[in-house]
């Protein structure tokens, strides 16, 4: 069975047809090109392929893409607009809160839509979000540095 989905993936709209089976990070990966979304365990455990459908944080290798019909998605190719990086990605470079980079690009989406609701969290609440992502390799602290960082400049932002 083949469906019709219409959605809109870094600001450029996308009609597609798609098989019932087929995942979000199928479609994103092998249709449209964009391998940032990162595919490790494969059952919505790990959190390195997080993407943002419509601003939420959502596991693109358990999600069917007919259910993401009529919804604007971003991943991490849509973030840097005109090539200037985000606050949390500049944070990310900043504290050096990557290693092997795999767990990355789905991290920074993470604490794009956290900071998105909350732009000054305390510990427990970016513990609490990070816990859907794994990393293994830089033990976490570089990255609560990034979001820290990223955090403070967006409240500098706002008070400007
Ligand atoms: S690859 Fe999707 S959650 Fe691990
Ligand atoms: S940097 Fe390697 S898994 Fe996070």
Known sequence: MR??????????????EVGA?????????????????KVACDQSVCG???????????S????????????????VEGLAAGGVLTRVQEAFLQDGAFQCGF???GMILLVTALLAR???????TVQQWLSSNICRCTGY???LAAVRR????LRTEAAA
Do not use: Q, Y
């Open 141 to 143: 602290n570089s990255i």
């Open 103 to 105: 767990c990355t690009s």
């Open 48 to 58: 390195a392929c997080t993407i943002l459908v419509d601003g939420d944080p959502v």
């Open 150 to 153: 990223a955090s403070a400049g």
């Open 118 to 124: 909350d732009p000054n969290p305390d510990d427990a």
């Open 60 to 75: 693109a290798c358990s999600t069917f893409m007919f259910k993401v019909d009529d919804s604007k998605i971003t991943t």
């Open 3 to 16: 469906l019709n989905v219409n959605v809109v993936v870094n600001g450029r709209s996308h009609a597609l």
């Open 21 to 37: 089976h087929e995942t979000l990070s199928d479609v994103l990966r092998e249709r449209l090109g964009l391998t940032g979304c």
